[in-house]
Nanobody
């Protein structure tokens, strides 16, 4: 059983930056693709970014491309999302997700509880 715990959310002004972390328990982290999703009030959950098992391949939603950067440290069982140039429309609960595959070609199999990111204008 893999457990995920996000941290790093908060309140920031438009144009600011935040760095989210996702700490994973379990021995499968280093062989699993990981991802970030977000859900704003009244909206469906949407994909933000994903990274393969080794960190050599990443993929981003068009809405965050060029502003957000996903990375991972397999030695520390931790994934990160560096968010720069934040906009009010980035306000959402950000969720860490894990895949049962090395690449993000399927749907995530497990989820964290989420961390709130609020961007003020």
């Amino acid at each position: 059983q893999v457990q995920l715990a996000e941290s790093g959310g908060g309140l920031v002004q438009a144009g600011g930056s935040l760095r989210l972390s996702c700490a994973a328990s379990g021995r499968t982290f280093s062989s699993s693709a990981m991802g970030w999703f977000r859900q704003a009030p009244g909206k469906e959950r949407e994909f933000v970014a994903a990274i393969n098992w080794s960190g050599s391949s990443t993929y981003y939603a068009d809405s965050v491309k060029g502003r957000f950067s996903i990375s991972r440290d397999n030695a520390k069982n931790t994934m990160f999302l560096q968010m720069n140039g934040l906009k009010p429309e980035d306000t959402a609960v950000y969720l860490c997700a894990g895949y049962n595959t090395r690449y993000y070609t399927s749907s995530p199999s497990y989820w964290g509880q989420g961390t709130q990111v609020t961007v003020s204008s």
